[in-house]
Nanobody, 129 residues
Framework: QVQLVESGGGLVQAGGSLRLSCAGSGRTFRTYTMGWFRQAPGKEREFVAAIGWSGSGTSYVDSVKGRFTISRDNAKNTVYLQMNSLKPEDSAVYYC??????????????????????WGQGTQVTVSP
């Protein structure tokens, strides 16, 4: 059974940092593009960041560029999202997702949630003013 489990969310003050983790099991994720998405109350889910299977390809939504960094440790089947200089508007439930297209990274497709086959349950991030 394929599972993605996010952790690392919590409450932080504006300007602070959090590191989210997404641990995969039930399948080897090292050959797949992994993404982070978020959904705030009353809003649609939006793309945040993605990383290709080798880690050399990444993409970000403009609003987090320079503040968030996505990375992966394929030996641990884990993807990370380092979030710095957090703002109240970053508050949302953050989801990781896996795109089971092996050994490929498409910059534009990586931003499309419809490209991802598996999703985690999400972790809440709340940034206070």
């Amino acid at each position: 059974q394929v599972q993605l489990v996010e952790s690392g969310g919590g409450l932080v003050q504006a300007g602070g940092s959090l590191r989210l983790s997404c641990a995969g099991s039930g399948r080897t994720f090292r050959t797949y593009t992994m993404g982070w998405f978020r959904q705030a109350p009353g809003k649609e889910r939006e793309f945040v960041a993605a990383i290709g299977w080798s880690g050399s390809g990444t993409s970000y939504v403009d609003s987090v560029k320079g503040r968030f960094t996505i990375s992966r440790d394929n030996a641990k089947n884990t993807v990370y999202l380092q979030m710095n200089s957090l703002k109240p508007e970053d508050s949302a439930v953050y989801y990781c997702a896996a795109d089971f297209s092996p050994f490929s990274f498409d910059y534009d497709k990586s931003k499309n949630e419809n490209e991802y086959e598996y999703w985690g349950q999400g972790t809440q991030v709340t940034v206070s003013p």
